[in-house]
T-cell receptor
Framework: GQNIDQPTEMTATEGAIVQINCTYQTSGFNGLFWYQQHAGEAPTFLSY????GLEEKGRFSSFLSRSKGYSYLLLKELQMKDSASYLC???????????FGTGTRLLVSP | EPEVTQTPSHQVTQMGQEVILRCVPI?????FYWYRQILGQKVEFLVS????????KSEIFDDQFSVERPDGSNFTLKIRSTKLEDSAMYFCASIPGQVPSYNSPLHFGNGTRLTVT
């Protein structure tokens, strides 16, 4: 089976750092993606990990441990516009399909 | 930057009616997908399409659903007889290239919100 777990909701204040965790158990693994989704909008790509370790991209970083089936997304210097849902998704083997977790809704307050 | 475009943005239909959701993927993309998201729930895979045929489909994608690429640009999802539980946001997505690399992200369209009454 396939299972991708994330916390449902998190809150943080502007300027802070927040870490959103994702654990997964999937039948195949060709990498893990993080997407941002504002309410009523399409998911937009943030980052990709296929090897263990940290990938940094400006204010956003993503970490992967394949042996633990674990990833996190780190958001630094939070801004109000970062209030959104953050979706963890695993790419299976085969035809490049992404399997999404339930998403974490992040609320950034002043 | 090229975009995946979807029409209409919002479709209201009565239970039992047929609907066709339309997508224009980015022009040099070859792998196409439909996903849906019921309000407040996760993004769910429906079907992938490559080389003019379905490459994979989920258990959600039953006989009521079909996909087609009627010409070189459009990619459509048809629901033959809509049910109340088909109400959701439907996203089209695509991946570039002849042989996409593993880090190729899906590019999503803005979605069609389908409301079945």
């Amino acid at each position: 089976g396939q299972n991708i777990d994330q916390p449902t909701e998190m809150t943080a204040t502007e300027g802070a750092i927040v870490q959103i965790n994702c654990t997964y158990q999937t039948s195949g693994f060709n990498g893990l993606f993080w997407y941002q989704q504002h309410a009523g909008e399409a998911p937009t790509f943030l980052s990709y990990n296929v090897l263990d370790g940290l990938e940094e991209k400006g204010r956003f970083s993503s970490f992967l441990s394949r042996s633990k089936g674990y990833s996190y997304l780190l958001l630094k210097e939070l801004q109000m516009k970062d209030s959104a849902s953050y979706l963890c998704a695993v790419k299976n083997t085969g035809f490049q399909k992404l399997v999404f977790g339930t998403g974490t809704r992040l609320l950034v307050s002043p | 930057e090229p975009e995946v475009t979807q029409t209409p943005s919002h479709q209201v239909t009565q239970m039992g009616q047929e609907v066709i959701l339309r997508c224009v993927p980015i022009s040099n993309h070859l792998y196409f997908y439909w996903y849906r998201q019921i309000l407040g729930q996760k993004v769910e895979f429906l079907v992938s399409f490559y080389n003019n045929e379905i490459s994979e489909k989920s258990e959600i994608f039953d006989d009521q659903f079909s996909v087609e690429r009627p010409d070189g640009s459009n990619f459509t999802l048809k629901i033959r007889s809509t049910k109340l539980e088909d109400s959701a946001m439907y996203f089209c997505a695509s991946i570039p290239g002849q042989v996409p690399s593993y880090n190729s992200p899906l590019h999503f369209g803005n979605g069609t919100r389908l409301t079945v009454t």
